[in-house]
T-cell receptor, first 115, second 113 residues
Framework: SAVISQKPSRDICQRGTSLTIQCQVD?????MFWYRQQPGQSLTLIAT?????????ESGFVIDKFPISRPNLTFSTLTVSNMSPEDSSIYLC????????????FGPGTRLTVL | GENVEQHPSTLSVQEGDSAVIKCTYS??????FPWYKQELGKRPQLIID?????GEKKDQRIAVTLNKTAKHFSLHITETQPEDSAVYFC????????????FGSGTRLLVRP
């Protein structure tokens, strides 16, 4: 499976500010996914980041709040904008397996606390 | 919309006993069903998966069964060990993309020594 890293691993931010989370993969992948995991909850897909095109957002998530960049096939960023305490979550990126199968592998996550 | 229901939310078993976690999905077009294990403070780890053309798959102490007619799939862990204690999530692929997953709500498994 791919080696996936995220930065930062955790952060504490003030409300009204923005945080950009980076996801780096050690191999080229066509799709990257961003998930949110609220405290004690399951994983919810935020958006799919495609290289060379706009990200595709799931219901309940909008580009103004969660802008995504995908400058190349190994890297993506997710920005959490104008944060409120309700944005306190773990944010994870994931990538499909290199073999073109359905398997997805997750990055280590970014634990965000908004005060 | 698509939905995956998972039960139970918590499960406590004695070491050596078996554990079963069940999921139901709503989208009849779903064709891929992975299971993830998430230990405290760690990322979700894929432990086993099954595709719609297979009814059962086994990997050592872990097995998954799929009933497409009933839209049910289950995770079976035999001879449980304390290190099996974690939160387990089932997921199902979404019809418009075989790579997009919708997750169940999770089961917190506690294996008592």
């Amino acid at each position: 499976s791919a080696v996936i890293s995220q930065k930062p691993s955790r952060d504490i931010c003030q409300r009204g500010t923005s945080l950009t989370i980076q996801c780096q993969v050690d191999s080229q992948v066509t799709m990257m996914f961003w998930y949110r995991q609220q405290p004690g909850q399951s994983l919810t897909l935020i958006a799919t980041a495609n290289q060379g095109s706009e990200a595709t957002y799931e219901s309940g998530f909008v580009i103004d709040k969660f802008p995504i960049s995908r400058p190349n096939l190994t890297f993506s960023t997710l920005t959490v904008s104008n944060m409120s305490p309700e944005d306190s979550s773990i944010y994870l990126c994931s990538v499909p397996s290199a073999g073109g199968f359905n398997e997805q592998f997750f990055g280590p996550g970014t634990r965000l606390t908004v005060l | 919309g698509e939905n995956v229901e998972q039960h139970p939310s918590t499960l406590s078993v004695q070491e050596g006993d078996s554990a079963v976690i069940k999921c139901t999905y709503s989208d009849s077009a779903s064709n891929y069903f992975p299971w993830y294990k998430q230990e405290l403070g760690k990322r979700p780890q894929l432990i086993i998966d099954i595709r719609s053309n297979v009814g059962e798959k086994k990997d050592q102490r872990i097995a998954v069964t799929l009933n497409k007619t009933a839209k049910h799939f289950s995770l079976h862990i035999t001879e449980t060990q304390p290190e099996d204690s974690a939160v387990y999530f089932c997921a199902a692929s979404i019809k418009d993309s075989s790579y997009k997953l919708i997750f169940g709500s999770g089961t917190r498994l506690l294996v008592r020594p």
